[in-house]
């Protein structure tokens, strides 16, 4: 096992971070970064295609975000280790991540021995989670009432809702998003209605606003 090459794919919008990555694995011998991306659906396609041994990717990415393509990359190839690296430490967003299929969390504020440490870990078959966000996990199942006592308005939204509202805010329109999804207009208008009734807002600067705040698309 010690000559092993594992193969890496990054998955992140901003350029400069990916190419920090990938410079800083590629000097590593047992790695190999075979591909890169910038949004969440190329994620999923290019991990199909490349089944790289581990993916590390960010949540807020554009058009289908990070939890999403976790999601959907373990129901098609549960063979690929995903790792987040995020500036994410809310509750909310570690426990989609992990529900989802994250086999680790890292924060993107942790130096390079942590993220190597995670990477190490994942690759060897075992979970991983940043120490800096443990206390977060720890308090949440510590304190389950809490938790439900603060059902926030993201969780009353269904996975499309959540779809369709960040490509709202990305600044697409009906037929884009329409076409994106390979569901019809009216579909995708009957879903913009229920979620603006959900969220009690009603415009899409409203939806957008909402959507920043969220960590969802990023202002």
């Known amino acids: ?11 992140d919008d901003h350029s400069i971070l990916r190419a920090g990555l990938r410079s800083m694995l590629s ?13 969440g659906k190329d994620a999923v396609h290019s991990a199909i295609a490349l089944k790289p041994n581990l993916l590390i990717t ?22 690929v280790k995903i790792l987040v690296l995020t500036m994410h430490t809310s509750e909310s967003h570690i426990f989609d991540a992990l529900n989802s299929g994250a086999d680790g969390y890292v924060l993107k504020e942790d130096d390079q021995t ?11 078959g075992k ?22 006592k603060c059902t926030s308005s993201w969780d009353l939204l269904t996975r499309r809702e959540r779809e369709i509202i960040k490509l709202i805010a990305e600044g697409y329109r009906s037929k884009d998003i329409a ?14 209605t229920n979620l603006m009734k959900k969220l009690d807002l009603h415009s ?14 990023c202002n």
């Open 114 to 124: 942590e993220l190597l440490n995670a990477i190490r870990s994942i690759l060897a």
């Open 58 to 79: 960010d949540i807020s990415m554009p058009k289908t975000n990070g939890t999403e393509a976790v999601r959907e990359i373990k129901r098609r190839t549960s063979d």
């Open 179 to 192: 076409e994106y999804l390979s569901i019809s207009i009216k579909t995708v208008e009957k879903h913009r």
């Open 127 to 148: 979970k991983y989670l940043s120490p800096s966000i443990s206390n977060n996990i720890v308090n949440g199942y510590l304190n389950p009432q809490a938790d439900s």
């Open 1 to 11: 096992m010690e000559n092993q090459k594992y193969t890496i794919l990054l998955a």
């Open 204 to 217: 899409v600067s409203s939806l957008t606003n909402y959507a920043i705040q969220q960590g969802i698309v």
């Open 27 to 39: 000097s590593i011998p047992e790695f190999e970064v075979i591909g890169e991306v910038d949004n």
